[in-house]
């Protein structure tokens, strides 16, 4: 008989991320349970025929301890939570975003340790700064693949005293791929980085993204928005503008963007770029937990999501979306600016008094101090040190 040579399938590799994960509220319980079925249904596959899940841890896991002193919640899950992560076979967990020193650095040990014990591997946050800023590399079927995780400078990921935060840099960034470029195949990057409930990207976010592409990265993934955003491909890579939360429940306080979002689905074979497909789901609507919109539903939000992602691509459309967006919050942070109360915030917005606050000097001033980069970083250390002093 004539032999016929045989043909090697191409090793694809798979590699899933998910969106913001809280253990709060009505999934607490499956948390703690470790009810990996309970809290992913549908969307577990997904997770286990991959080659590797990610996704953003968004609070320290710790027993006890004290909240920090911040803006906004302070967000904390059990230790033992991490156990339905590793049932959903999710291997790694991105630390780096706003509310992972809720609990100081003691809450970022504690979930360091978590993680450690059940066998999951973190990004974005350790002991130090060079532990923070460690890229995580895995060799998959042959295929090298890093990633990076940063997130935006805010006060709640201010260095701790004995914990970091990987805090967006782009220096540090570059710095990193001419240390690191030689040790993965691809490289995947995480920013937890926007305004919530904002679909699309400021311009200097999406330059941001495009330069990190520009450099080497195949795809870029911004989380933080708690809504689902656009998906813009860029040159040989993809950036996606907010993929939502993938468990975080807040029901029946937030919008219905709150509850909706999507997996990013990366496959990469060697020799071709990165491919990305996304797996639209529901969580902590009417119903704890997250699973897969029908497939008519899954339709028209893939649809909505390609037309937002063709827009995104006119960068005078996201610069007139981001105007309009902060034209509408101007005394949302002019309020804040000023140190109004919720009574005082809602006036604000009916009555706009902070508009006789503000004459054109002190408005150029005000201007000058924060867009000039060496006013801004003085402006920040003094704010820094003065919200330590006792006063």
């Known amino acids: 008989m004539p032999r016929f040579p045989v043909l090697k399938m191409p090793k694809m590799v798979e590699i899933v991320i998910g969106g913001d994960v809280c253990p709060i509220n009505r999934n607490a319980r499956m948390f703690r349970n470790g009810d990996a079925s309970g809290l992913f249904n549908d969307l577990l596959p997904e997770f286990q025929r991959s080659d590797l899940c990610v996704v953003n841890l968004e609070c320290p896991l710790i027993e006890g301890g004290a909240p920090v002193t911040k803006v906004g919640p302070a967000l904390r899950g059990e230790p033992q939570g991490i156990t339905a992560l590793s049932r959903a076979q999710i291997g ?22 978590a993680c450690a014990s059940a066998g999951v591997a973190v990004v974005g946050a350790g002991e130090d700064g060079r532990e923070a800023g460690r890229p995580f590399i895995r060799e998959i079927k042959g295929i090298r693949v890093g990633l990076l995780a940063y997130a935006e400078r805010e006060a709640g990921v201010a260095r701790g005293d004995k914990a970091v935060v990987s805090l967006l840099n782009l220096a540090d960034y570059v710095r990193t791929l001419r240390i690191c470029c030689d040790r993965f195949d691809c490289l995947i990057v995480l920013l937890h ?38 998906v813009e491909k860029y040159r040989h890579g993809h950036i996606v503008y907010g993929q939502g939360n993938l468990l975080f429940d807040r029901y029946p306080q937030r919008a219905a963007s709150f509850s909706r979002g999507f997996l990013v689905r990366v496959l990469l074979e060697r020799g071709l770029d990165a491919r990305v497909e996304l797996v639209p789901f529901l969580q902590s609507d009417h119903l704890p937990g997250a699973r897969k919109m029908a497939a008519h539903q899954a339709a028209c939000f893939l649809a909505d999501l390609t037309g937002k992602s063709m827009r995104v691509q006119d960068a005078e459309f996201v610069r007139a979306q981001w105007t309009r967006l902060c034209h509408a919050k101007r005394y949302d942070l002019y309020s804040t600016l000023n140190g109004h109360g919720r009574v005082a915030r809602f006036l604000n917005r009916t009555l706009r008094f902070s508009d006789w606050c503000y004459d054109r000097r002190r408005l150029l001033n005000l201007h000058h101090l924060i867009s000039c980069e060496s006013h801004r970083e003085a402006l920040e250390t003094i704010l820094a040190i003065d919200s330590r002093a006792e006063r």
């Open 92 to 113: 790694l967990v991105n630390l780096a975003n706003n509310h992972i020193l809720d609990f100081g650095a003691q809450g970022v040990l504690s979930t360091v340790s």
């Open 193 to 230: 980085a926007g305004l919530q409930h904002h679909p699309y990207p400021s311009p200097m976010l999406q330059d941001t993204c495009r330069f990190m592409i520009e450099e080497g990265a195949a795809i870029v993934i911004c989380q933080h928005s708690h809504c689902p955003g656009a």
